[in-house]
């Protein structure tokens, strides 16, 4: 194989990869080919000789008594022809000529190299990317389909993003530019599969890191979000540093934090609750913008369910327009959340309104009276 180093180098070029990786590769596929073509059990090896720029084919032996000899040994007499300083015993290492294998063997060596050097290209991008998921990746849109689906070229390699993990209302085009965040990675008959989306709460979290300094520092954590795609989302915020608000440094100076996200969602509103403990008083804040009077907690093993006593005033405030503030608060407080409405002179009763509050309600209602 004259100037097999100049043609694995050629390979390592066009393919992007170090030449020392291909010719692993080479010396793996000669060995299995020689061992296929010659013999299954003599021991081979393949070297690549810098100087001449060949691969060479080698054969260890055993040297032994004449007319004893095997596929794995070498008679005396036949050893000390090419070493004369051999004895009985010794293993040598003798070249064998590639001439011998036939044209069809050669073949089959180029095309083992080339499905085992696709295969070690298709590892290498499956471990670069595995260190991707979860994560937003950008692509060019290459195709869409009938049924919404978009096909989306990523690092050489197309990933589709289906309608359901595409926000309501987008529309893409071939040659758009998209981010997404890469949501799962597999190999399947057809080869790797990526799957996108734009759609999961770990798109929102990514890109609040993106913006965010304050969070991609470390500075303000995001505890928890939840998300009904293109049209809200709440997320809960905290921080150890007395220092810093993390609902302020979310949303920015006028909302501009906040908004370039909400943007790059196609206008999905995003409100920011700040993380407490107890779980009462944070199902309380998840209800935002309504004002809860109380919050009882029920468990049933792993099942958490908030009984959440507010005015009737604030009832549509809580659930919101068809239902999504209550929806959203439940998956952000992983809890069930029960809505129990009662009147402010039945609170007033209970003890859970203090009687400041209740005059102000009070107050509240008669002039809306006279407003009226």
Known sequence: MEKMLDIVELIAYEKGVESNL???????????????????????????????????LFQKVVICEDGEEDLNSMGISKAKELNAELNIGDELKYEISLENMSRNAINMLFKMLEIRLQKMLEDKLYERLKAKLGKIVSGQVVRVDDEGNTYIEIEEIRGVMSKKNRIKGEEFKVGDTVSCVLKHLRFAKGGMQIELSRTTPKFLIELLHLEVPEIKDGEVVIEGCS??????AKIALSTQNPKIDPI?????????????????????????????????????????????????IEEN??????????TSDQKS????????????????????????????????????????????????????????
Do not use: H, W
């Open 301 to 310: 093993g792993d099942k958490k369910k908030a009984i959440v006593t507010l």
């Open 248 to 296: 302020g440094s979310t949303v920015g100076t006028k909302g501009v934090r906040i908004n370039a996200v909400s943007k790059e969602l196609n206008g999905e509103n995003i409100d920011c609750v700040e993380y407490c403990e107890p779980l009462e008083l944070f199902v309380a804040k998840s209800l935002s913008p309504a004002s809860v009077s109380s919050v009882k």
């Open 22 to 56: 291909v010719i692993d590769l080479v010396k793996e596929c000669l060995v299995k080919i020689a061992t296929d073509e010659l013999s299954s059990e003599a021991v081979f090896s393949a070297e690549i000789d810098e100087r001449e720029r060949t691969l060479k």
């Open 227 to 232: 998300r009904i795609p293109g049209d809200r």
């Open 317 to 372: 405030k809580a659930i919101g327009k068809n239902g999504v503030n209550i929806r959203l608060a439940s998956m952000l407080t992983q809890c069930e959340i029960e809505i129990k409405e009662v009147g402010v002179a039945e609170l007033f009763e209970q003890g859970n309104l203090p009687a400041e509050e209740g005059k102000k309600m009070g107050l509240d209602a008669l002039e809306s009276l006279f407003k009226a």
